[in-house]
């Protein structure tokens, strides 16, 4: 093999560092990881943490709409299989607190996941697909870009009981919106270790909207798992009912040695 690094460790040209980073990361290989599971499982905390050690773009459906939303011309549409759609209506029912329609937006995700897969960035999905329809127009999708071996699906278990305690009880901070963990030595914070603002408990983290949340994921997270069966996706479980950091090592452990990071 050629060598491509000085004897001190320093790569001989931007092409040859280039070169050596990818053999060193092993990450070359353009992964994709999908997380789903009740509310409250923890999605978006291990999201957070896996696209931190790996480097890869944690993509936000909420994100993706939310800035269409905020650029849209008066009257746009989007145009998606001879059916047009108001983007109007779409921030309407946003704001209504309803789903926005499926096509529009498996439309826009796959639109910025083309692009995250052009600039050669590898991608964790934790909110999206949400239902089968999503998914039916979303996962072929990413098989065109990235490859069905490269496909990492998770499903993050929790007991229902422990989805209403976790959601219920969740405390945000006023500043940066940093989730508190409910757990014993954090029942008695009255301020974010981060950032020092105060915490506070939303209204909408009550035990009735958590139980509808709950009966709208029953109801779409079977056909959502059939249709990943269907296509032969092996769907790996962890048991979510620990701390962060052990959810996390299930998760590490599952994905294997060939997810390894480039350590300074
Ligand atoms: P999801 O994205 O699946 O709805 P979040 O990551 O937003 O879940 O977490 C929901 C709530 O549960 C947050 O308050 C978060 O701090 C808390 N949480 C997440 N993981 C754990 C865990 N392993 N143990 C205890 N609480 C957790």
Redesign the pocket.
Known sequence: MKNILFNNGLPKSVEDGKAALKNLNGNHIQKVIILF?P????????SELLAQKFYFYNLDTSRVLEEKFKNAKPGETIEINGKKYLVSDEIEKRRKGTLCSVEFTAFLMNKRMAEIHSLGKSLIL?GSPRSRAEAEIEIPFLEKFYGKENINIFF?DLPQEQTIF??SN?RICELMHH?????PENVGLKRCPLDGSRLIHRDLDNVETIKSRLEEYEQTVAPLEEFYTSEKFSIKKVN?D???ED?FDGILKELGPSFKVYEI
Do not use: D, E, F
């Open positions: 599971g509310p409250g499982a923890g999605k978006g905390t291990q934790s993050l976790r959601n969740r989730s508190i963990l409910y757990i979510a620990h701390y962060v959810v």
